[in-house]
């Protein structure tokens, strides 16, 4: 366990989780609050985070100035950057093989929209995913040499394709891979390998998405093409790197990455870039996903995300990259509704395997270490998504396993604390898998069906002993108690300071005490809306709270049947826009009776 405190007593809640206090000491909230002129809740917020004085104004302002490297720090960024200038100056055909989630499509378009701008052609190689699967393949890197193309770039893949590229190597097409996942000590025949987490590497930014990665090799052939004079000679004006930073963003955000550093630089920065509309084909699909408010980490995450990785789950995998790349408002509308239709076919499979999912772990058990569900007949674009509900249900990690014709396609997602990526490596250097790879929160693979059995119980064994050493408990991270009175729109405003919000900056939560639930209801297939009021009758009126999937789980049972007993209530502050007018809702996550009530 990591030692902090019980916040108001809920060591098992009605999601089964122990509320701990993300702030130990309040000292350092105090002081905050008092230097920045804050609230002392958004004061803790900002320490419960690691912020001090001194790095205070430079997280509510997080610029490229402040965080971004010289990209040199990388290893092989400037032998990357050498080969393509040599490439651009002799005019070498030069393709993009990308990975088809979004990650992969805005890494892909980061490289295509910088290429364009040198009036240099570029091929983007999406491949398809129940097809010839994630990563590079030896046929497709064959077919791209037989069509001219001399010089590959990996992105988002190829760290360990080891086979792949030696097939490469061997028909004479050069490499170069560019990746953020775990890497082996043996790296792949290539070029150039630029990944800050191959073992050798000490640039200390191994929490990059791969689209970062891509941006900052943009950022140094841009500056090796400088250095050597092609601009002056091509009569060429240097692009502007920066309109691009929304691209950046939206794969960051959906790559989950921790948005601290130079991540949340990049995203904070890339959000202002996409709310100025210039890409045609973000404005197409946030046009048909009816975005009509600033974008934040949310509408890029739910909104946009899913709708890119669309195409690769279940309909045509290059959509999403060429949707990024499109110029043409009416041709990249057209691509948008395709992939609005394509997401909604996704969340029709996702619901029917999903329910397959949860009844099988509930017959079966599920393991000590890991969660783990597999079929005949799952679509394999939708397993990655029904992981991490099995994981978030759970508690646990999850694999889930897609079989056809004696092999299997499987998705992982993991708990804090718990490499995954190392995991399934490990599993690969012991023969159980075809392939595979990841980081620490999530992993693909591909598994004979005949050594399923054995890569589970693999798994499971690895996972039970770490959750073991880390004493793993589910637990929901407090930052400090509010009354129904106190969520108001200038507290969120000043709490908005502090994001972007995500993975390692954390969307600030907390405890509504001993309210009053009224008015509760059923809205859409398994929400409960309802309103909070302060249960001790000292007034301030009472706050409109939202439980999303709420019937999934005993939360859901508790609010719409409180019997006018108080309950602890906790989650976040939102904006709620209707009919004009702003106000402030309360995304309810888990409650959990006041102490001495009864149990629910």
Known sequence: MNGRGCFLGVERS???????????????????????????????????????????????????????????????????????????????????????????????????????????????????????????????????????????????????????????AAAGLEVIVVDHHAAEPRLPAAAAVVNPNRLDDSSGLGQLAAVGVAFLLVVALNRALRDAGWY?????????????????????????????????ALVAQGLKVMAARRNAGLVALSDVARMDEKPGTYH?????????????????????????????????????????????????????????????????????????AASEGWHAGVIGIVASRLKERFNKPALVVALENGVGKGSARSVPGVDLGAAVIAARQEGLLVNGGGHAMAAGLTVAQEHLAALTAFLDTRLARRLAEIDYRPSLGIDGALKPRGATLELLEQLERCGPFGVGNVQPRFALTAVKVSKASVVGENHVRCFL????????????????????????????????????????????????REGVQFVIEDAAPVSGGPAF
Request: with cysteine.
């Open 14 to 168: 009605l999601c089964g989780k122990r509320w701990e206090e993300r702030l130990a000491d309040g000292r350092q909230a105090l002081a905050l609050s008092q230097q920045l002129g804050l609230p002392e809740i958004v004061g803790r917020v900002l320490a419960a985070r690691g912020v001090d004085g001194e790095e205070a104004e430079r997280f509510l302002n997080p610029t490229l100035r402040a965080y971004l490297p010289d990209p040199s720090v990388f290893q092989d960024m400037d032998r990357a950057a050498q080969r393509l200038v040599r490439a651009v100056e002799a005019g070498e055909k030069v393709a993009v093989f990308g990975d088809y989630d979004v990650d992969g499509a805005t890494s892909s378009a980061v490289l295509g929209r910088f290429f364009a701008a040198l009036g240099v052609p570029l091929q983007i190689y999406i491949p398809d995913r129940l097809a010839e699967g994630y990563g590079p393949n030896a046929p497709a890197l064959k077919r791209l040499k037989a069509a001219g193309v001399d010089l590959v770039i990996t992105v988002d893949c190829g760290i360990t394709a080891f086979d792949a590229l030696d097939a490469a």
């Open 232 to 264: 002056r000679r091509a009569g060429r004006p240097e692009p502007d790197l920066l309109q691009w930073l929304d691209l950046v963003a939206l794969g960051t955000v959906c790559d989950v990455v921790p948005l601290t550093g130079l991540n949340r």
């Open 300 to 372: 890029a995450g739910f909104l946009l995300g899913p709708r890119v990785n669309a195409g690769g789950r279940v309909g045509e995998a290059p959509l999403g990259a060429r949707l990024l790349t499109c110029d043409d408002p009416g041709e990249a509308a057209a691509i948008a509704v395709r992939l609005d239709a394509y997401n909604a076919e996704r969340k029709a499979i996702e619901v029917q395997v999903l329910d397959q999912a949860i009844r099988q772990v509930e017959e079966t058990g599920p393991g000590e270490g890991l969660v783990f």
């Open 533 to 580: 009021g302060d249960a001790a009758g000292s007034g301030g009126g009472s706050l409109k709270g939202i439980a999303f999937r709420a019937l999934d789980s005993d939360l859901g049972p508790a609010l719409l049947q409180t019997a006018g007993l108080p309950l602890h209530v906790a989650g976040r502050l939102q904006v709620d826009r209707w009919n004009g």
